[in-house]
């Protein structure tokens, strides 16, 4: 089993819907919760992130934990075709040497105009 | 301010040949970091360096050399090609150790016969 498990789609939806990102994950010592998004032939950018658990509002997008269920999501309100690309989620932990980034394989997402 | 650049974009090598891919950044950053990204198999770390002169072994090493002689330089050498390297190679840097925050080059789409 996977440390970070991530259904790789693909997705995909009409302009203007919700869309939910989702990654499970098995070692509870990861503090540190990323989405980073990859527009096709290009490198990956961090899009948010969560130190621990809770929810992070940036315009359009939410990142929330659930440490409980060791589930983390990414909701896009509004969808735009812009938002075309693959999500990636990545975590690390937050002690001693083992703080590799983790990463999921991505979610390929389309958005439909 | 250029980012992350890596050279080359593209290579089609033969099985056997060997070659030298660039990675150059100009936000000072200490740590560099070398990955691979196939389909199925997600982003995987080959090497790392926390810093000038150092480099370290990732997930997937092996059929891979780097070195770190200038801050802003991170090389990763393939002596021996094999048609397993076939890959999207990324590379990043972060400011502080397994930031959070990884600035990714555009990526070199390496192919090999």
């Known amino acids: 089993q996977k440390e970070v498990e991530q259904d790789p789609g693909p997705l995909s939806v009409p302009e203007g819907a919700i869309v939910s990102l989702n990654c499970t994950y098995s070692?509870?010592?990861?503090?540190?919760f990323m989405w980073y998004r990859q527009y096709s032939r290009k490198g990956p950018e961090l899009l948010m992130y969560?130190?621990s658990s809770g929810n992070k509002e940036d315009g359009r997008f939410t990142a929330q934990v659930d440490k409980s269920s060791k589930y983390i999501s990414l909701f896009i309100r509004d969808s735009q075709p812009s938002d075309s690309a693959t999500y990636l989620c990545?975590?690390?932990?937050?002690?001693?040497?083992?703080?590799?980034?983790?990463w999921g394989l991505g979610t390929s997402l389309a958005v439909n105009p | 301010n250029a980012g992350v650049t890596q050279t080359p974009k593209f290579r089609v090598l033969k099985t056997g040949q060997s070659m030298t891919l660039l990675c150059a950044q100009d936000m000072n950053h200490e740590y560099m970091y070398w990955y691979r990204q196939d389909p199925g198999m997600g982003l995987r770390l080959i090497h790392y360096?926390?810093?000038?002169?150092?480099?370290a072994k990732g997930e997937v090493p092996d059929g891979y050399n780097v070195s770190r002689l200038k801050k802003q330089n991170f090389l990763l050498g393939l002596e021996s090609a094999a048609p397993s390297q076939t890959s999207v190679y990324f590379c990043?840097?972060?400011?502080?150790?397994?930031?959070?925050?990884?600035?990714f080059g555009p990526g070199t789409r390496l192919t090999v016969t």
């Open positions: 969560t130190y």
């Open positions: 070692n509870s010592a990861f503090q540190y």
């Open positions: 990043a840097s972060s400011g502080q150790d397994w930031s959070y925050e990884q600035y």
């Open positions: 990545a975590m690390r932990t937050n002690a001693g040497n083992n703080r590799k980034l983790i």
């Open positions: 360096s926390v810093g000038e002169g150092t480099t």
